[in-house]
């Protein structure tokens, strides 16, 4: 079975502070796909990236960017100068395998930013 | 790209009545709707998947009689929660794909806050 654990339930940052969102998963398929979205207060789930477990390579979008090791299987979000717009609910996710399409979600981990 | 909308976004119902929320794809035509229940401050619980011109697929503990779901066509799935009760209240969200052969993103809409009084 898949499993995606997100350990920090909460971080507060001060505004422009780097903030790092860990993530770690277990699956025992060989090919899987890694998801990270984003919840704002409004509730809606914004899609930000999708990894696939072939696909070692870092990404930077912006201020975002994403560490994927399968060595340690984990693939951490990091926040550089964060801004108040950055506060949400940001969920791993996992899918591939026997999951098929389904996601397995990670608890969420809520960041504060504060001005 | 790749939008999902959903309505209502808020429903306030009386014990016993039956709510239907719609799930639509905007612009892509989507092989595979979610539906997902989520409790305040917690995770997104997967209720089911559907498929286009077929039953939804529920995961297990979810009443299917209590939770219809219907997937009319590629750009529209509906849950409706009959005979709601108190217990029923939640954030309701769905998710469409499509098939491109393998795992595919899945794109939420913006949920549906349901309240039964």
């Known amino acids: 079975a898949q499993k995606v654990t997100q350990a920090q339930t909460e971080i507060s940052v001060v505004e422009k502070e780097d903030v790092t969102l860990d993530c770690v998963y277990e699956?025992?398929?060989?090919?899987?796909?890694l998801f990270w979205y984003k919840q704002p207060p409004s509730g809606e789930l914004v899609f930000l990236i999708r990894?696939?477990?072939?696909?070692?390579q870092n990404e930077i979008s912006g201020r975002y960017s994403w560490n994927f090791q399968k060595s340690t299987s984990s693939f951490n979000f990091t926040i550089t100068a964060s801004q108040v717009v950055d506060s949400a609910v940001y969920f791993c996710a996992l899918s591939g395998g026997a999951a098929g399409n389904k996601l397995t979600f990670g608890g969420g981990t809520r960041v504060l930013v504060k001005p | 790209g790749a939008v999902v909308s959903q309505h209502p976004s808020r429903v306030i119902c009386k014990s016993g009545t039956s709510v239907k929320i719609e799930c639509r794809s905007l612009d892509f035509q989507a092989t595979t709707m979610f539906w997902y229940r989520q409790f305040p401050k917690q995770s997104l619980m997967l209720m089911a998947t559907?498929?286009?011109?077929?039953?939804?697929?529920?995961e297990q503990g979810v009443e299917k009689d209590k939770f219809l779901i219907n997937h009319a066509s590629l750009t529209l799935s509906t849950l409706t929660v009959t005979s709601a009760h108190p217990e029923d209240s939640s954030f309701y969200i769905c998710?469409?794909?499509?098939?491109?052969?393998?795992?595919?993103?899945?794109?939420f809409g913006p949920g549906t806050r349901l309240t039964v009084l």
């Open positions: 990894r696939n477990s072939f696909d070692e």
């Open positions: 699956t025992r398929d060989t090919t899987y796909y």
């Open positions: 998710s469409a794909s499509w098939d491109r052969g393998g795992p595919d993103t899945q794109y």
């Open positions: 559907s498929n286009e011109g077929s039953k939804a697929t529920y």
